[in-house]
């Protein structure tokens, strides 16, 4: 199944028809957002940056415990990746067939439920990166197959590169109908929440985060 998976998956990146960015993505810092406010979740901190964390209340098996970058957010509905889902799936393993990217070990992340065979790449630059856009801080987000093989063909450092295979998407008012429902706790956007050393329980201190954050702004009876 992994071998099924795993060619699948390079076939649609060096066809190119793997689900590249949606032209309109914004880049956060270009675009002059400010601060966003950190609070249980208004529609309006919904933007390109913004970092989902799924509340506790949150039922949908796909994202329940997550944590998510947004890179997208537009007319036609928001897109982003699950920064904390990390499989055991080496790169080398999945890109096989570039010759170069066989023996990297830094595994691949599950991006999201939206076509599984899909890859996309997150980078962390302190100076603009060829054929990428920014998302937020020091984080790019590649936008073409070929800037991601351009990337798997040299040396990798999972603390600067890694990829998602699928991603998460909603279409127009979804994200906002689920925010409204309280369904996610939304923090300002930080390179080093996306590139964390310990994903694996980055849900949980995320959470707490939370929980702290609204005991303090929660009125005194």
Known sequence: MRRLLCAAVVAAVLAGAWPGLPATVTAGA??????????????ADV??????VASRALGDPNFVQTVILLVHHGEDGAMGLVLNRRTDIPLGAVFESIEE???????????????????QALVRSS?????????????????????????LSGPIDEQRFRVYLGYAGWGPGQLEGEVRKRSWHIFDGETAIVFDHEPDSLWQRQIRRANVQMASTRPLR
């Not at 270009?30 to 601060?35: C, I, K, Y």
């Not at 603009?128 to 790019?140: K, S």
């Open 47 to 52: 933007r390109p940056g913004a970092i989902l």
């Open 101 to 119: 990217a066989r023996d990297h070990s830094a595994p691949v992340f599950s991006g999201g439920p939206v076509v599984p065979t899909g890859a």
């Open 127 to 151: 100076s603009p990166v060829a054929d990428g856009r920014q998302v937020v801080g020091e984080v790019y987000v590649l936008g073409s197959a070929l800037a991601l093989t351009r990337r």
């Open 30 to 43: 270009q675009g002059g957002f400010g601060p966003l406010p950190e609070r249980y979740g208004e529609v």
